[in-house]
């Protein structure tokens, strides 16, 4: 395992007491994912006020096994909400779960509401899938990339990667920076480290490319403020 790798853990270890032992976060191919029941156990230790789950009849199509979920979490009673969106069909899932994308949609809705609120700049392992045994390759085809170690997301500086991505799926800029505000559980950007912006920058694309009307959901959610803020 690399210096840099262990530094992560190290960091959300203290911060929010994910612990590898307990099973709240893995490793996988040189990068950290954190799971569904560290997400969990993280909100219950801050006293999570509830989590509300509702499907998006608009972009699901049960009988081709295509759901769409949002989760809202609500950190303390007087708390706004915090919104993640999730998807899930047999083209993103591992076929070890097909014929389970529902469920699969709304744990991912689930985990990118709870990343959000409580400011988790690492993907969950949910959100990519298994990779077990002969789905290797489905795996690697579906999942989210691991996090740089030295500050470039492919090549290009992070920076140009996400005005890039920004002008190929024709984004709003200023509700791609409310939203990686939010994402980073940050009150400016500068302010983040740089692991949670390469995280955003990563998740970001990724959801760009596998369902932009979600994306357009879940930044549309900061137009008439910012909304999301306890």
Not at 82 to 108: C, I, K, Q, W
Not at 145 to 151: D, F, L
Request: charged share 25%; net charge positive.
């Amino acid at each position: 395992m690399r210096p840099a790798a262990l530094d992560v853990l190290k960091n959300y270890s203290e911060e929010f007491q994910l612990s590898v032992a307990s099973g709240d976060l893995l490793f996988l191919d040189q990068g950290w994912y954190v799971t569904n029941s560290g997400l969990t156990r993280l909100a219950r230790r801050n006293r999570c006020a509830g989590i509300h789950v509702q499907p998006v009849p608009v972009f699901s199509d049960p009988s081709a096994s295509r759901w769409a979920f949002k989760a809202t979490v609500y950190k303390s009673r007087n708390c706004k909400g915090f919104v993640g969106y999730g998807d899930a069909d047999p083209s993103n899932v591992s076929p070890l779960v097909h014929g389970a994308e529902m469920r699969v949609a709304e744990t991912r809705a689930v985990n990118r509401a709870l990343r959000k609120a409580y400011g988790i700049g690492i993907c969950s392992v949910e959100e990519i899938g298994s990779r077990a045994g002969p789905e290797q390759s489905h795996y690697r085809s579906n999942r989210i990339p691991p996090q740089p170690a030295n500050g470039n997301y492919g090549g290009p500086k992070v920076r140009d990667r996400l005005c890039q991505i920004i002008r190929q799926h024709q984004l709003d800029p200023n509700l791609v920076k409310s939203y990686a505000t939010d994402y980073c559980g940050v009150k400016t950007l500068r302010e983040a480290k740089r692991e949670q912006v390469e995280a955003f920058v990563v998740h970001l694309a990724d959801w760009a490319e596998k369902d932009r009307n979600a994306l357009l959901c879940q930044l549309n959610s900061y137009l008439p403020a910012k909304g999301n803020a306890a």
